[in-house]
Structure formats: structure tokens, C-alpha cells
Antibody, heavy 121, light 107 residues
Framework: EVQLVESGGNLVQPGGSLRLSCAAS????????MHWVRQAPGKGLVWVSR????????NYADSVKGRFTISRDNAENTLYLQMNSLRVEDTAVYFC??????????????WGQGTLVTVSS | DIQMTQSPSSLSASVGDRVTITCRAS??????LNWYQQKPGKAPKLLIY???SLQSGVPSRFSGSGSGTDFTLTISSLQPEDFAAYYC?????????FGGGTKVEIK
């Protein structure tokens, strides 16, 4: 059974840092692109970052570029998101998601349960 | 970035109703359109990919259609467990972008 389990969310002051983790199991982690998606309270889904299977291709949303760093440890089957210089507007539930592919189309076929990051003084 | 616009943003319906949600892309995305269902406090769940392909395990009352810029998600007979938020997502180009969501509520 495919499982993605996030951890690391917490209350942090503006300007602070946090590292999120996403532990994967039940599939060959090293074969899949992985993404982070966030959802502010009561709002919609917003893509944050992505990393390819071996960690050599990385992209970020403009809103987090230069502040967040995505990485992965394929030996430990774990995805990370290092979040620095946090802002109030980064407050959200952060989901990790596995990128799937079928019929020529990409989609998120598995999601973690989410971890809440609250940025507030 | 490709903008995705969903309508309506919310709707009220009764069990057994036929429900249709629309999604429009700011440019043509062929059939690279996915639909997700999200219940409160839970992660999104993939319902439909490639515009009309039903994800394994998803009930057949859900269907999707469309190509180019206009797409629809249809629930043929709304069930109690279908009251949730629904999001479209384009995967034609990066970044993958979502619509603003449609909340389906009980009438």
C-alpha cells in the first residue's frame, strides 16, 4: 500500500525556519517525481515545488523561490522541504504528492495527509 | 502560468441530483485535465485524469469530459458521501495549476 506521511509542521514566528518531511512507503520512491502543494486555511490548492526522481531537476513557485529548498533522500525514501524566512502568508497545510502518469497525462495519484505550518507572532 | 477557472464556486444540491461543475483553462490544454475531490481535513483524492479517465476505485457516477479549454465534471446521482470540494488541475505545462474549487453542499 502506497503511503506518504508528512511531519514537521508547527507554529513559527515570521522570519523563522522549519523543515518538513514526507516519508514514503509501498512504492519505488526513487522512480517518481515528488511535489509539495499547500493550502491556506479555507483556500484552494497551490503548487509549491517539485523534484525529479534523482534530485537533479528542481522547480519552485515564485512565491517561495529563494526561501524554500526541496530535497530528497532516496536511500531513506524521504522528501523534504526546508522553509526559511517564513512569512505570515506561508501559513497553510502542506501536502506532499506523488506524480503519476497514464494515458499521456500527469496527475497526483497519492497524497500525504498534510502537515500544518502556522506563521504568526 | 495557465489559469484555471471553475464555476460555480459553490452549489447546493440534494441526494440523487445530477451535478455539473465546469472548468475553463486560459489556453488550450488538450485533454490534460484532472479532477480531485477533497473532504474537510483530508487530502485531495484523484477522481478523473486525462479529462475523462476514471481513476481506479472511483464510482462510475463520476464522469469527465472536454478538451481544449472547456471541461466538465458530472456526478450523475449525488450521494451523501459526495458532499465535498472539487478541484480541477491542468497538467499540460508546468507549473501544474488548480482551479479555485467548487464546494458541493447539501440543500
Amino acid at each position: 500500500e502506497v503511503q506518504l506521511v508528512e511531519s514537521g509542521g508547527n507554529l513559527v514566528q515570521p522570519g523563522g525556519s522549519l523543515r518538513l518531511s514526507c516519508a514514503a512507503s509501498g512504492f519505488t520512491f526513487s522512480s517518481h517525481w515528488m511535489h509539495w502543494v499547500r493550502q491556506a486555511p479555507g483556500k484552494g490548492l497551490v503548487w509549491v515545488s517539485r523534484i525529479n526522481s534523482d534530485g537533479t531537476t528542481i522547480n519552485y513557485a515564485d512565491s517561495v523561490k529563494g526561501r524554500f529548498t526541496i530535497s530528497r533522500d532516496n536511500a531513506e525514501n524521504t522528501l523534504y522541504l526546508q522553509m526559511n524566512s517564513l512569512r505570515v502568508e506561508d501559513t497553510a497545510v502542506y501536502f506532499c504528492a506523488r506524480l503519476g502518469y497514464n494515458s499521456g497525462c500527469y496527475f497526483y495519484d497519492y497524497w500525504g495527509q498534510g502537515t500544518l505550518v502556522t506563521v504568526s507572532s | 502560468d495557465i489559469q484555471m477557472t471553475q464555476s460555480p464556486s459553490s452549489l447546493s444540491a440534494s441526494v440523487g441530483d445530477r451535478v455539473t461543475i465546469t472548468c475553463r483553462a486560459s489556453q488550450s490544454i488538450s485533454t490534460y485535465l484532472n479532477w480531485y475531490q477533497q473532504k474537510p481535513g483530508k487530502a485531495p483524492k484523484l477522481l478523473i485524469y486525462a479529462s475523462s479517465s476514471l481513476q481506479s476505485g472511483v464510482p462510475s457516477r463520476f464522469s469527465g469530459s472536454g478538451s481544449g479549454t472547456d471541461f466538465t465534471l458530472t456526478i450523475s446521482s449525488l450521494q451523501p458521501e459526495d458532499f465535498a470540494a472539487y478541484y480541477c488541475q491542468q497538467s499540460d505545462s508546468s507549473p501544474l495549476t488548480f482551479g479555485g474549487g467548487t464546494k458541493v453542499e447539501i440543500k
